[in-house]
């Protein structure tokens, strides 16, 4: 779920990122994570995109004579769920949603995350404590609480969903964004750009937001993994994404009743939320090891 | 009752220390001399068994009959402590911000005997006294941060003396410190050393400091001894050119009488900065910043021995006299 | 300390505020109207105007909040729409199996995930270190409703060792109390544990290259000595803190294990009203449960306080 690898970007210390150019020095040196993740990212939006063009069998297609068939059943590799669809149908296109909401939502929380902690880096220092303040206390908030009131209030749904995990990362990008923004607004070459007369906001985006590109790169690929996650919740819940849309988190839920009759059933859904998340995950810990080689010694390689 | 031979410590494939001799007699104080990067914490730190992992080490550190270099980690944690002492530079970090002194002074005699609780504690409060802290009772009872960086040395010496060791290591251990305080803590550990009967190896690149304490001193440089004797005799009369241009880089030192000499005079300094580990020459390691070098020097310089026990390897030294 | 504890009580106090205010305008000021949402698009219009006077909708803002917060602090709540019940004692009687699973998960991942960070920590540069670590970031990844439903595959279906789901409270019979609870709070605590443990590893490799630690060292201490006698120590203080950043995604947790388990929490109640579009319940349930989150980082923050002696002494040396 959600604020784990992030609350650990903050914890541990961020030491100030990198020039761009340093990047490439290191590439030579790749720690595992990065490839572990990238492979996994790259299935997850390679099956994403296939499954526009393709599905072993046409999307939503029930099979009434092939319910609960095992994996294995001549036509279905994974076999089939209650109403006879074909289970790997069902997870190419629940792929689709996860995929969909998760880029919304973190483009979305980024971007106004970002540019909130860009501007109480930039402001004085009473709006600044003031302002951190508050970010704090709705990183204090727990995500799904407001996730529910919003349900409750705007109907289950996709939107909701979205809706959700935007309110429940905006405070996170912000509070992540603040430290090394800070850092660079104090640097010198940055007093000099004040000395020829930029105004803030010039020096927030030609300065500081190319200085922390990795590191926004670095919360993009956590942020998506938690959303994979909260997506998923939300929609096992029922809170999420309604039927017909497939959605992993709902195939998960349908499977419970299952358990006893088909047992194999969860492991699909389940498998690919874990995997997926997983793999943004390693990413971001394998581009964190890259990027800022002082976390690097407490890595995995 | 410390012989160290033929030490050579290498990480990462290269070689840092090479020590072909260096030996401590019992009840006396040797000073380790060198600038940063020379290897004296390094080769105090082979002694102890307290070098990171990734080091290498061969040859024979003999203590007190047995060579520390071949025990494992729970043997040298055995004489750690118990029969040799050792002491930081910085006590404010050497020290456990979340624990009371008391418990760590006397870490090591819980660690090392049995005695009862109420013994331990009788016996933190008499080591906080012979270092000189006031009010024992209360201080064993306060945690670091509540303590000036003085006091914190002085409990860190206590720690390191508490189960009698026979052999203390001090690290540059008034470095840290204000210099008012640096003398109170130089003239404890003279005291405690004189009373205890104990040796010091005392290491620091301050070599007024090593005069006000050490009976004897080696010089350190690119992880070499380049010159040893009794302090006196390689104050006065330095044989090695190194030796010579560290004094002549010495603005005056505490207790000489001719300080006032020094005042306005120009400071002679070391041209260039010691080379990064790899990077020291062939032969004699200071030939590349050393104003008398001459081709002789590309061969590793052999030992020359003056006097009664004044020792250096130099190709070309200060004349005599 | 004082200080620090005002502080602590000022945070508290604001971040709720801050709570009430974004869960306020969530529900009044999104989407559509809060009466066409309770009784449906088809309902009269006399009905709605009705509703509305009932439930104070056509006063100011400012007053419902502030009347609502008023509700809050006294107990009264209103009740549900569609069910009836009074909200305010509803919560209350779901506070217990819901405390009881966020407190066992705490009870579980605590002591392991120091026995597992600390481990990792010491051996980081072995292959068996790795391998915690990998566990922790696979675990991360693994929602609490799927670990559910692995053990209750395994074990309630499978070996039929523990019950599938339900709840038995405490006090009435606490071995079968116990039994019910055992799946639940491991679910709950896979996720929680595997941050905790990156948590202390990474605290505890930081430690370990502290100068206090070569120190212990030339006291007599081996690395492993060294090591639990004063890493742990130092590295576990702050677990306390981070400990409270994760009471949220407890709380998440619960949410969902409970829905997987059927147990009659608060998480189970908050996803009822939620589905039964119930926004009133779920605005002063959200309210609560936030309320209630705070005050225990609250109560965590203070603790932390006591611990750290840096921070107890801050104000006796006058620094």
Redesign the interface.
Known sequence: MPEPQLIEATATNSTGPTRPETLWRRIGHLPITLYIGGTLVSLFVLVTLVSFVWTPHPPNQMNLETRLAPPGTPGFVLGTDRAGRDVVTELMLGARNSLYVSVVSTIAAMAIGTSIGLAIAGSNRVVQSASTRLVDAGLALPGILTAMVLAAKLGAGNTTATLAIITWQVPVAARVTIGPARQILALDFVEAAYGYGRGKPYVLIRHVIPNIGPLLIVLGSVMFAAAILIEAALAFLGVGVQPPTSSWGRFLNETQSLLEAAPYLMFFPGLAIVLTALGFNLLGDGLRTVLDPQQARSGLS | MLEIHDLHVEIGGIEIIHIDELVLEPGTRLGLVGESGSGKTMTAMAI?G?LP?EAKVSGSVRFAGSDLLSMG??EL??V???QI??V?Q?PA????????IGR?VS??VR??TDLNRQAVTEKVIELLGQVQLPDPEAVLRR?P??LSGGQQQRA?IA??I??DPELLIADEPTTALDVTVQEEILRLLIALSEQRKLSVLFVSHDLGVIRFVCDRVAVIYGGRIIETGRTEDVISNPRHRYTAALLAANPGMPGDDNYSAFIGRRLHTIQGSVPAVGNFPSGCRFRNRCEHATDACTATPKQVIVGSDHRYSCWNPVAEG | MIRHTLRSLFTLVFAALVGSIVVFFLVNLLGGDIVTVLLGREAAPVDVEFMREELGLDRPLVVQYLDWLWGVATGDLGTSYGMGYDIFDEIVRRLGPTLMLTIGGLIVSIPLSLVLGTYSAINAKKVRGGVVDVFAQVGIAIPAFWAGLLLVLLFALRLRWLPTGGYVPLTEDPVASIRSMILPVLALSLGVTSVFTRYVRTAMIDVMNEDFIRSAMARGRTRRGAALFHGVRNASIPLVTVAALQFGQLIAGAVVVENVFVIPGIGRLIVTATLGREVIVVQSLALVIMLVILILNFLVDVTYGILDPRIRDKEAVGA
């Open positions: 102890a307290l992992d980690d729970s944690s055995e750690r402590g118990k002492g050792l930081f910085d970090r050497s020290l456990n911000p979340m624990m009371r760590q870490e090591s660690l090392h945690y941060h509540q860190m720690a390191a508490a189960s």
